[in-house]
Structure formats: structure tokens, C-alpha cells
């Protein structure tokens, strides 16, 4: 069942609704990137000296260029993990177009729903984006010691983060926060597998920028076959 939601998000891939908040997703990430990205060189450069004096007279230069390079990759490199979840953070502040996308083509018959707050929908986003980043940093560390379990752990991880956060935020719309905290407990099992799912294509380049966007309309699926019986909020 899974995988038939997995596939009815991928056929709807193409509508303009869901385009858009690709953009607007990746569009923000790439600023946060850039903005860190410059914030880290600056603090290098101001922490790093222009050159060192060595003993016999001589002098090390250009230290300061060279740790800003080095900040620079160490920063991109850092993204390579962390780029698709901050893309899945900041496209949750625009889950509702998605949703509403999937819900007027497959589900015409449901109730209109008034959408969640903004200031809601930011402050879970924002605090997911926290703990995507210190989960998937704790997991970068640990990487290291997994050593070819470290596939493993990332599924794993990044598996529990995703289903967490696209079904929290998909079911919020209907039932408020505590009723998405509730169902989210009631279908724990098929929730994690469904994140393992949208993790697949995380390994592929190009392809995994598109996760947030599959992965918000595949967890719509998922929430409305999983609580079919369930009262909803109107």
C-alpha cells in the first residue's frame, strides 16, 4: 500500500502547484547555503591571522586565504548531508499547496480545510530543521565508527526524520497538533517505512531535490488511507 502511495505522488509530479514549492523550497535552502557559507568566512578570516612569523626570520603568508578555502569546502561538503533535509524543513512551510494539490485531485470529496497558521507551520519547520541538523551531525560523527553499516544508520536516520516530519505536518491540517501527535503513535511502524522509502532517492543526484516535494504528497496518501475512518477537523 505504500507503494501505491509512493506512486500516486509520483504521477502528480508534473503539476504547477507542486513546481512551485520546489522552487521555493530549493530557492531557500541555496540562500541559507550561501548565507552560511559567507558567515563562516568571515569569522575564519577574522579569526585567522594574514601570516605567521616562523622562527630564522621567516614568514608563513596567506593563512587567512587559505583557511577561507578550506571553510568553503568544509561548508559544501557538509550540505552533500544535509541539503535534502534543510530542502524538506523549508518545504514544509508550503506543505498546504501540496496537499491541496493532492486532496483536489484525489480526494474532491473531503471538507475544505482553513490550512494551518503560518506562524505554526514555521515554528515546526524551523524546529525540524534543528533536529535534522543535529541528528544527521550526531550521525556524520558516528559514520566513522559504523563503517560499512553507515548506509545502514543513514536510512535509518534520515527514514525516522522525514516520516516524523511529512506525516506530523500532513495530518496537522486536518486534526491540529494534537491529533497528528496521535496518529502519528497509532501508525509509528508504516510511517517509518514510508520515510525509509523517500530516503532512496536521496542517493541519487538531481533526483533527490525532488524528495520533499514526493515525499509531501506520498505522506498525504499515506494519512488519508491510514485515518480514512478518523473524524477530522473541518
Known sequence: ???SDFAKAIGQMTDRRFLRVLLL?????????????????WLVEWLVPDSVALPFGLSLGHLDAVASI???LAVLGLSVFLMVPVAAAFTG???DDVAEAVEARHYPWLAPVAGTPFVVTL??????????????????ILYFFVGPFAPILFWVVNGYLLGREYFQLVA??????????????????????????MVAPLSVPILNLFV???GAAT???????????TPRRG
Open 212 to 214: 520533499p516535494i514526493l
Open 70 to 72: 578550506a571553510s568553503v
Open 1 to 3: 500500500m505504500i507503494l
Open 25 to 41: 523550497g530549493l530557492g531557500l535552502t541555496v540562500l541559507l547555503l550561501i548565507a552560511v557559507t559567507a558567515g563562516f568566512v
Open 93 to 95: 512551510i508550503f506543505l
Open 219 to 229: 505522506f498525504t496518501h499515506l494519512y488519508h488511507r491510514l485515518e480514512s475512518g
Open 172 to 197: 496537522l491540517r486536518r486534526v491540529g497538533p494534537a491529533g497528528a501527535r496521535a496518529a502519528r503513535r497509532r501508525h509509528a511502524g508504516q510511517i517509518w517505512l514510508a520515510g525509509v522509502l
Open 123 to 140: 515554528r515546526d519547520a524551523l524546529g525540524f530543521l534543528c533536529v535534522v541538523i543535529a541528528v544527521n551531525l550526531v550521525a556524520l
